[in-house]
C-alpha cells in the first residue's frame, strides 16, 4: 500500500529507524516532510561527535533539590554535546501500524544504557537511571520542563534556579537539554511535561497544567500535553 496515497505517513519512530539501518531503504513512503525529518538526522549526525556514554556516567553528578525530592536532577560535562547527535527520539513505543506525525513541538527521552542511550520506552527505572531528554521546538525559542510526582507536586527541571524558562538557541531544530534526570528512592512515577513559548515563564507553564492536573492528575495532564501542540510529556516509571 502506497502509505501517502492512502493518507497515512510513517512516524517519526519509523524515520528514526529508517535512518540508523532498523528498516531496510525503500521500506517507507516518503514526503516532502519524511524527506526533511531525515535530512536533518543526517546533518546533525555528520557534524557532532559520537556518544560517550562512559564519560557520561563518570561525570555525573547527583543532587537532590528539596523542593524535588522525587526526581534527582544530574550534570554531565559531555552529556550536551555527544546527546544532540541522536537528539529527535520517539516517545512512543514501536509499531507495526504507520500512524501519522504528532505535530507541533516535542519531548523525547532516551535512557543511559551499558554502552549506548537507548529508547525510553516506559520500562521501569531504578533509582539513579539517567534520562536524557531532548526537544524539537517547532519555531518556539523557549521551553519550560516542569516533573510531577505521583502526589502531584510540581517542581521545575528545566530552566536552572534563576531563569524564566529554557533557551533554545535553534527554533527550527531538535536541541538537547542539559544534563539528565533520575528518579530517587521515593515512591510513585514521575511525569515529565515540557511547555513551549517564546516569553514563557515558569508560571505560565505550571497555570497551563494547573486545570488538568487539578481534574484528573498525572493521566489528565499526560493527556493535555500529548495533545497539545505547543506542549508534550514523557512518564517516567518507576521498577517494581
Same mark, same amino acid.
Given at each position: 500500500?502506497?502509505?501517502?496515497?492512502?493518507?497515512i505517513r510513517?512516524s517519526?519512530?519509523?524515520?528514526? *529507524?529508517?535512518?540508523?539501518?532498523?528498516?531496510?531503504e525503500?521500506?517507507? @513512503?516518503?514526503?516532502p516532510?519524511?524527506?526533511?525529518h531525515?535530512?536533518?538526522?543526517?546533518?546533525?549526525?555528520?557534524?557532532l561527535?559520537p556518544v560517550?556514554?562512559?564519560?557520561i556516567?563518570a561525570?555525573?553528578?547527583?543532587?537532590?533539590?528539596?523542593?524535588?525530592r522525587s526526581l534527582?536532577?544530574?550534570f554531565?560535562?559531555? @552529556?550536551?554535546? $555527544?546527546?544532540?547527535?541522536?537528539a529527535?527520539?520517539?516517545?512512543?513505543p514501536?509499531?507495526t501500524t504507520p500512524i501519522?506525525f504528532?505535530?507541533?513541538?516535542?519531548l523525547?527521552a532516551?535512557?543511559?544504557?551499558?554502552n549506548?542511550l537507548?529508547?525510553?520506552?516506559?520500562e521501569?527505572?531504578?533509582?539513579?537511571?539517567?534520562?536524557?531528554?531532548?526537544?524539537h521546538?517547532?519555531?518556539?525559542?523557549?521551553?519550560?520542563v516542569?516533573?510531577i510526582?505521583g502526589?502531584?507536586?510540581?517542581?521545575?527541571?528545566w530552566?536552572e534556579?534563576?531563569?524564566?524558562?529554557q533557551?533554545l538557541?535553534?527554533?527550527?531544530a $531538535?536541541?538537547?537539554?542539559?544534563?539528565?534526570?533520575a528518579?530517587?528512592?521515593a515512591?510513585?512515577?514521575e511525569l515529565?511535561?515540557?511547555v513551549?513559548?517564546?516569553?514563557l515563564?515558569?508560571?505560565e507553564?505550571?497555570?497551563a497544567i494547573?486545570?488538568?492536573?487539578?481534574s484528573g492528575g498525572l493521566?489528565?495532564v499526560?493527556?493535555?500535553?500529548r495533545?497539545?501542540?505547543?506542549?508534550?510529556?514523557v512518564?517516567l *516509571?518507576?521498577?517494581?
Open positions: 500500500m502506497d502509505l501517502n496515497s492512502a493518507g510513517p517519526r519512530l519509523q524515520l528514526d *529507524r529508517l535512518a540508523t539501518g532498523e528498516l531496510p525503500g521500506s517507507l @513512503a516518503l514526503g516532510a519524511e524527506r526533511a531525515l535530512e536533518e538526522l543526517e546533518a546533525l549526525s555528520a557534524t561527535p560517550d556514554v562512559a564519560a556516567r561525570r555525573a553528578v547527583r543532587l537532590n533539590a528539596p523542593a524535588n534527582g536532577r544530574w554531565a560535562g559531555l @552529556a550536551a554535546a $555527544a546527546v544532540v547527535a541522536l529527535i527520539w520517539p516517545t512512543t514501536p509499531s501519522a504528532r505535530g507541533g513541538a516535542t523525547d532516551r535512557r543511559v544504557g551499558e549506548a537507548v529508547p525510553y520506552h516506559g521501569g527505572l531504578k533509582p539513579g537511571d539517567p534520562v536524557v531528554f531532548s526537544v521546538p517547532a519555531n518556539h525559542s523557549a521551553v519550560v516542569l516533573a510526582d502526589r502531584g507536586e510540581v517542581s521545575v527541571a530552566p534556579a534563576g531563569e524564566d524558562h533557551t538557541s535553534n527554533p527550527h $531538535a536541541t538537547s537539554l542539559p544534563g539528565s534526570l528518579l530517587d528512592d515512591a510513585g512515577d515529565i511535561v515540557a513551549f513559548g517564546d516569553d515563564t515558569i508560571e507553564a505550571k497555570d494547573s486545570g488538568p492536573l487539578e493521566e489528565a499526560a493527556a493535555w500535553a495533545a497539545h501542540p505547543d506542549a508534550d510529556a512518564l *516509571r518507576r521498577a517494581p
